[in-house]
C-alpha cells in the first residue's frame, strides 16, 4: 500500500496518570482529596504527527504542570465534575488551535477517620476500594460539553435473597435452579449528565450528590431486592437512579456476577446442600457479565 491511500484519522494526546493530593484547610479542620488525572487534547496537531511539526505540541509535561496548577487555584478539587471542566475551560482559552479538551478523573476514597467515637479532624482511612470517575469533553465548537460520570469497584455481596431459576434449558444446560444463593458483584456503573450546555451542566447540576444518589440507590436495592437475576436488579437499580435524579439522561452497568458454589462434600458423606448449605467456594473466574443501559424516552412530541 503506497502511503498516499493512508491518512491521519484521529489523533488525541496528553498526560495520563497525573496523580494529585489537595488539603483543605479551615482551622484545625483539614480535608484531602487524592485524585489520579489525565488531561489529554484534540486540536490542530496533525502536522506533529505527519511532519514531525513540534510547533504545535503543547507538552504533555505542560498538560501536567496545568492539573497542579488548577488544583492549587480550584476551590472545587474534591467536585470533579467541576474541576474537571475548570480545566477544560483553562485549556481551550490558552490553547486557540486545540479544539477539544479531555479531563478524566479517578476520586479515590479518603474517610475521616473515627476515634474515641468522634470524627478526627486530620486523620482519614481508605475504607474501600470503591472510587468515582468522571470524563469531561469539552468542545471549542458550540462551547459543549459532556460529561460522563461514574462509580467503579463497589463490591458488594449479599448471602440470601437471591434466586436464580426458570431460566432456558437445552441439551447444553447443567446449572440447578436455585431458589437461594450468594449474590456477588463488583458494581461498575457509568451515567451521562442531559444537558449540553456548559453552564447548565456547571452551575446546576449537584455532581457530588448525584454520585452518592448512585451508590445509595444501587446498596440499597442491592440489599433490599428479592433477586430473581442480576438482570431483573441491575434494571430495578437503573430505573430508581432515572427516577431520583432528573439530570443523569441515561446509565450503564456492568455488573460481574462472582459465582459463590456449595463445596460438594458428598464423597465424606458430609451434607452440604439445600438447607444444610453452607460452606462455598468462591470461584474468582470465569464470572457471569451481566451489562445493560437504561435511558429515557424522548418526550412524546404533541
Ligand atoms: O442472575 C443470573 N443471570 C444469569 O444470566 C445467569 N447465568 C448463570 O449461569 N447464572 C446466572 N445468574
Redesign the pocket.
Known amino acids: 500500500m503506497s502511503s498516499s491511500q493512508v491518512y491521519l484519522k484521529k489523533a488525541r494526546y496528553g498526560k495520563d496518570k497525573v496523580k494529585v493530593m489537595k488539603v483543605y484547610r479551615d482551622g484545625k479542620w483539614q480535608t484531602c482529596v487524592e485524585l489520579t488525572v489525565a488531561l489529554t487534547l484534540e486540536g490542530d496537531i496533525e502536522t506533529s504527527y505527519t511532519e514531525a511539526d513540534n510547533s504545535v505540541v503543547v507538552t504533555t509535561d505542560t498538560c501536567k504542570n496545568t492539573v497542579y496548577i488548577m488544583a492549587k487555584r480550584s476551590a472545587n478539587v474534591d467536585n470533579i465534575e467541576v474541576f474537571a471542566q475548570e480545566i477544560t475551560e483553562h485549556v481551550l482559552k490558552q490553547y486557540k488551535h486545540i479544539h477539544v479538551a479531555h479531563v478524566q478523573i479517578i476520586k479515590h476514597k479518603w474517610s475521616r477517620m473515627l476515634i474515641d467515637g468522634e470524627l478526627h479532624p486530620h486523620s482519614f482511612v481508605r475504607d474501600g476500594e470503591d472510587v468515582q470517575t468522571t470524563h469531561v469533553i469539552h468542545h471549542r465548537d458550540g462551547n459543549k460539553i459532556t460529561i460522563e460520570s461514574g462509580l467503579k469497584n463497589l463490591l458488594v455481596l449479599k448471602t440470601t435473597g437471591s434466586a436464580?431459576h426458570s431460566?432456558y434449558r437445552d441439551e447444553y444446560t447443567t446449572?440447578p435452579e436455585v431458589w437461594d444463593r450468594i449474590?456477588s458483584t463488583s458494581v461498575d456503573a457509568t451515567w451521562r449528565f442531559e444537558s449540553t450546555k456548559p453552564s447548565v451542566l456547571r452551575h446546576q447540576v449537584n455532581f457530588p450528590e448525584v454520585h452518592a444518589s448512585v451508590k445509595k440507590i444501587t446498596m440499597d436495592t442491592f440489599a433490599k431486592d428479592d433477586?430473581a437475576?442480576?438482570?431483573a436488579t441491575l434494571y430495578k437499580m437503573q430505573q430508581q437512579i432515572l427516577r431520583d435524579n432528573k439530570s443523569v439522561a441515561e446509565i450503564d452497568y456492568a455488573l460481574p456476577?462472582k459465582?459463590y458454589f456449595g463445596v460438594d462434600m458428598s464423597k465424606f458423606k458430609i451434607d452440604n446442600t439445600d438447607k444444610n448449605l453452607d460452606v462455598f467456594q468462591p470461584v474468582a473466574d470465569p464470572s457471569?457479565l451481566?451489562t445493560a443501559t437504561t435511558a429515557r424516552k424522548p418526550a412524546a412530541k404533541l
Do not use: A, R, Y
Open positions: 436464580f431460566f446449572l449474590f433477586s437475576s442480576v438482570q456476577n459465582h457471569g451481566i
